[in-house]
């Protein structure tokens, strides 16, 4: 491991958190087993296609949602990679935001896609998760699951050599993978992340009830993020 390299990367007051974006009622499930998991994980049969519609699902008696996959232009899809092969790479793994910033306009996009939907944010220590899932982490530097707004005027292809394993980090210097800290816009778990509440450091969301009990100390209103 190369701490170095994670202490570059979670240098800046900015990226001092990771933030992953969820619904308030997949916290039940989160604080039950007192981790993410990656949608893939949860159910092999979610990604033998591409979801259109969010799906629901029980998992060890707790819901769980799983986002529709964005439709993907085909002008910005590589060649080489089909659109089932990319969203099942993505069902692979858990994912975070390294800034704030990127995390709130996830949270505007679906809160007027969905306004009926709770959402919620969890804010959690980025060197000690990075750290500890060393080996598991992957970064981009797009973000990988919706199309540009121009997709012929986009300057990269979708593929999963966009993926960077965090080892290859400065190392690797092609021009769709991330080469410094500032161009690292998604971080990447693959599985799941165990052992959540050591990482957490606040949770942001509109309502308390339902919540865990011994996860109540890190409520804080949406309306702070």
């Not at 981790?35 to 296609?49: G, I, Q, R």
């Not at 232009?73 to 080489?80: R, Y």
């Not at 980090?169 to 599985?191: G, H, M, Q, W, Y």
């Not at 606040?202 to 339902?210: A, D, F, L, R, T």
Request: proline content about 4%; glycine content about 2%.
């Amino acid at each position: 491991m190369n701490v170095a390299v994670l202490k570059k990367i979670t240098n800046s007051s900015k990226r001092k958190s990771l933030f992953h974006f969820t619904r308030v009622r997949n916290l039940g499930s989160m604080a039950h087993l007192d981790a993410l998991y990656a949608c893939l994980t949860v159910d092999p049969s979610l990604s033998n296609e591409r979801r259109v519609v969010r799906k629901e699902i029980q998992f060890h008696g707790h819901v769980f949602v799983a986002n529709a996959h964005l439709r993907i232009a085909d002008q910005v899809m590589n060649p080489q990679t089909t659109h089932l092969e990319f969203h099942h790479y993505l069902d692979q793994h858990v994912f975070f935001w390294p800034t704030q910033r990127d995390c709130l306009k996830m949270l505007q996009i679906y809160s007027k896609r969905e306004p009926d939907e709770a959402f919620a944010i969890l804010q959690l220590d980025a060197e000690a998760l990075l750290s500890d899932f060393y080996d598991a982490v992957k970064l981009s530097k797009y973000d990988s699951g919706s199309s540009p707004r121009y997709p012929n005027r986009c300057s990269y292809k979708k593929s999963l050599q966009m993926f960077l394993p965090l080892h290859q980090f400065e190392i690797a210097r092609e021009n769709d993978v991330p080469t410094k800290p500032s161009e690292i816009r998604e971080v990447l778990v693959e599985e799941k992340v165990t052992n959540l509440s050591q990482y957490v450091e606040v949770i942001y969301c509109e309502s308390s009830q339902g919540i865990a009990e011994r996860w109540l100390k890190y409520i804080r209103p949406l309306q702070e993020f």
